[in-house]
């Protein structure tokens, strides 16, 4: 029995189909249904007689991931799968893309579309996962829409700087890191420098963390004040900007304190808060994103797929150097920062590792973008070997590499390194250094 495949290109409303054989030859042409009630059941008299008509072996289906308008049709699959032979699958748009480009493609329609990744599942058949779980989606939904609500307040937290540079300038003195609560309680109520002049010591001191010389400081600014704005509306903004921020703070602590909750007692959750500078929250981020680690066959594979790998770059000036690929999602890499920041300081491996990097002149950004790819390989493989973090473990492991001797290139086993190719400057270069340094590895052999 022959295996089929169906391509589907999910819109916003609709999806178009095309179903294909093993050799990439169409046996159903593109038909398009909408995403309703008729339209899906449509959908399973369609595959119903294709079935009958046919007899496949299995019908392989794969949807890209579109943000959530595929769930629906993936719900669909996944309820007549019980009856039918088929397999569903979610695949990623990136590599559709970069497969469609592979084969020439030039035009690109929601039929095409659903073409390109019908063949990309016969393509690249091994590394496509039918068998993946849908319990992490909802998390995902309810963790972007916490991430949103961040950026919120972060864009509030601008547009208040922005307004009180005009209102009350003299106190984003003490804003140059973040908005210290005790500023908000005060603009809050004196949303700016003509209201705070007027306002007393007493009424100050108040206010958690003013003193009486902070409090007598904050007058005697606000009466010198150089503001612009002192009008109503520019008050009655300040306070809404205030407020909004106040209620976002509130559900944001609410939701945090909620995943905290359901998810604290997770297996992935307790393995990768064994790592000092891994946190709660961060350790369900990361399980988050990742998503089930068997998703990755190596650590390169995870490394890459969150863009913390290093990749070399040129510029046209000749400046060349290492950085940090930065493709991928970017959630990943921000938690990854925050867990390096917090790791250099208190978990003694990761400060080690750190400092060396620094000794050797490595800048402080680059340090951390190496202890972010080194703390992301130490998540995979306390998730890949269920264990938890071990300090020892890594000891020895490091030691092991620093005993293991550098093997010769063995690429070049049919033909010495000779500088009588006709190559470039930079690779003759290259190869002397080559060369010396095989020479010592062999007299150290040797020896």
Known sequence: MNNYYLGCDVSKGYCDFIFMNQQKEVVEKNFQLDDNHNGHERLLKLLNNFVTKHNPGRIYIALESTGGYENNWIKTFKKIKETLPIEVTRVNPAGVCF?????????????????????????HSEKINYNQSEDMFSLKKYWKTLSMMKKQKAQLLNQLHSVLYNSNPEILIYCRNAVPGWVMKVIERYPTAKKLSAATVKSLRKIPHIDEKKAETLILRARTSVASLNDEVTEALVKQLVDRIYELEKIIEEQEKYLERAYKSEAGVELLTSFKGIGLYSAIGLLIRIDGVERFSSVKHISSYFGVHPVYKLSGDGKWGIKMSKKGNAEVRYLLYNIARTAVVHNPIIKEFYKSLRQRGMPKMAALGAVMHKVLRIVYGMLKNNQKFNPEYRKKNNQSVENNKVKPDLSRRYQKLSSEAPISRRQNKKRKEQLISQSQLYRESAG
């Open 99 to 123: 497969s469609s480009k592979a084969e020439l493609n030039r035009n690109v329609t929601d039929k095409t579309s659903a073409k390109t990744i019908a063949e990309y599942q016969i393509n």
